[in-house]
């Protein structure tokens, strides 16, 4: 006879349950959407103000000296113990995208690995897109773009066999947007130092949930945001990580005064900084960056390896209630079924996806509204922020689920979708 879990019962073992009224969280809804935008913490809204109105406000100019130069630092550093790098090892400032392109200019200039760029069909769009900007720049031949027979995972042995046939220098997302995908990272990082090659690491969609160890997995470089898990809010500062015995070699494509070494002396020519500040360019976002570490804070205070535990209990019960509940009504699994193959958001499909999804988005008046999102063609995400989210709130999202079907309810909805879903 299959089990019945208890929701309740997995809530009141939750250690990290308190961490919920850390939050803001809007009344009636369950928000699935911490894998696109994490939840505003309260203690954020007190930090900026306070920036605004004291140090902007009264201290004025003079808190470049206080406060403000040294936070990028004070929060990269913070980065660096989250994801077990050293301190100086990691730079906050800029986007992801950014960071990439940056860090794929340097990477070609150094002349270490071979002028190749490559990816895969499960990576981001934006990631692609630099990529392809960046071979037309340099001249070389386009990225090669690796695909498998599915949306849902890599085939690491077609993956390895075109890093040793055409080595070079690869981007991957460790976590991909579609499926949550999680790659072997420390075996796909081994294989491309055995073939002089190199990944580059998206963390976007792992880093604050997933416990990610640059030591044990010997990555040299990485890239990622912060907007997601770390609920640093919209447009946060992204990060950059390189490996402290590559960074002597590497460059940036933009040799802006805040990568000088001695920024405010105003020398005439540049001269890049000795360590990963030479990736900076231009005056740091000391506004976000404030609301930025708030969001850090939570999460080492919460401890990663306890976030990470619990996300991975929430996709273990998900997926079980899925497979029990959901595909006999026509919902298809559409993230890897191994836990360790996944990061921390679960993807289905069905027929009807984005009606679906508007049904959980725009309930009828006595209903929970609870946010997914929605990526094209079909995929229905449902992203688990273990900070914020309790098991009562992924049960009454299965039942949400099966009640939209049974009742035929997503026939009311409009086929056509907006821009941002
Ligand atoms: C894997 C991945 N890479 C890059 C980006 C884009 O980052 P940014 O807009 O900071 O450049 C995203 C955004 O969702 C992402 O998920």
Same mark, same amino acid.
């Given at each position: 006879?299959? @089990? ?10 939750? +250690? ?10 809007? +009344? ?30 009264? &201290?004025?100019?003079?808190?470049? &000296? ?9 929060? #990269? ?38 002028? @190749? ?5 499960? $990576? ?12 037309? @720049? ?21 993956? +390895? ?44 969609? #792992?880093?604050?949930?997933? $416990? ?9 470089? #990485? ?7 770390? $609920? ?51 005056? @740091?976002?000391?506004?976000?960056? #404030? ?5 850090? !804070? ?25 497979? /029990? ?12 079924? +191994? ?26 008046? !006595? ?10 063609? *079909? ?20 039942? *949400? ?6 009742? /035929?309810?997503?026939?009311?909805? /409009?086929?056509? *979708?907006?821009?941002?879903?």
């Amino acid at each position: 006879m299959k @089990q019945k879990i208890n929701p309740e019962n997995l809530d009141e073992l939750d +250690k990290l349950a308190g961490f919920r009224s850390r939050f803001h969280n809007p +009344k009636n809804e369950i928000y699935l959407d911490g894998n696109s935008l994490g939840k505003l913490p309260i203690e954020t809204k007190k930090r900026v103000s306070d920036l605004i109105d004291n140090q902007w406000g009264e &201290n004025l100019i003079r808190s470049w &000296n206080d406060y403000w130069l040294e936070l990028p630092k004070k929060i #990269a550093s913070k980065i660096a113990s989250l994801i077990n790098a050293d301190q100086n090892e990691v730079l906050v400032g800029g986007s992801t995208s950014v960071n990439l392109y940056k860090l794929g200019c340097a990477l070609i200039n150094s002349g270490i690995y071979p002028k @190749q760029l490559l990816t895969d069909s499960l $990576n981001f769009p934006t990631d692609n897109y630099i990529l392809e900007g960046i071979s037309k @720049q340099y001249s070389i031949s386009k990225p090669v773009r690796i695909t498998y027979s599915s949306d849902l995972k890599a085939d690491i042995s077609k993956l +390895k066999k075109v890093i040793s046939e055409q080595p070079g220098i690869l981007c991957l997302s460790l976590v991909t947007y579609k499926s949550a995908y999680l790659y072997p990272i420390k075996k796909l990082n081994e294989h491309a130092k055995k073939n002089k090659s190199i990944i580059i690491w998206d963390f976007s969609h #792992a880093v604050g949930v997933v $416990n990610i160890d640059i030591k044990a997995t010997e990555t040299l470089v #990485a890239i990622g945001c912060t907007y997601k898990y770390l $609920n640093g809010g919209p447009g946060s500062p992204a990060f950059m990580y390189i490996h402290k015995s590559l960074i002597p070699y590497f460059n940036s494509p933009i040799q802006g005064w805040f990568g000088h070494k001695k920024p405010f002396d105003f020398l005439e020519y540049y001269e890049p900084s000795d360590g990963i500040e030479k990736f900076g360019a231009g005056t @740091q976002h000391i506004i976000s960056l #404030a609301a930025l570490e708030v969001g850090i !804070d939570i999460t080492l205070e919460a401890g990663i390896k306890n976030i990470s535990s619990k996300s991975k209990k929430m996709s273990t019960y998900l997926m079980k209630v899925i497979k /029990e509940e959901l595909v006999p009504l026509g919902y298809v699994i559409e993230s890897p079924d +191994k836990c360790d193959d996944r990061g921390s958001h679960v993807t289905l499909s069905h027929d009807f996806s984005w009606q679906i999804c508007q049904c959980l988005t725009n309930p009828n008046v !006595d209903k929970v509204k609870i946010t997914p999102d929605f990526r094209p063609d *079909r995929f229905i995400r449902l992203g688990l922020a273990p900070l914020y989210l309790s098991f009562k709130d992924l049960e009454i999202t299965i039942s *949400r689920l099966k009640e939209i079907i049974i009742n /035929e309810e997503y026939k009311e909805k /409009e086929k056509t *979708r907006p821009v941002v879903t």
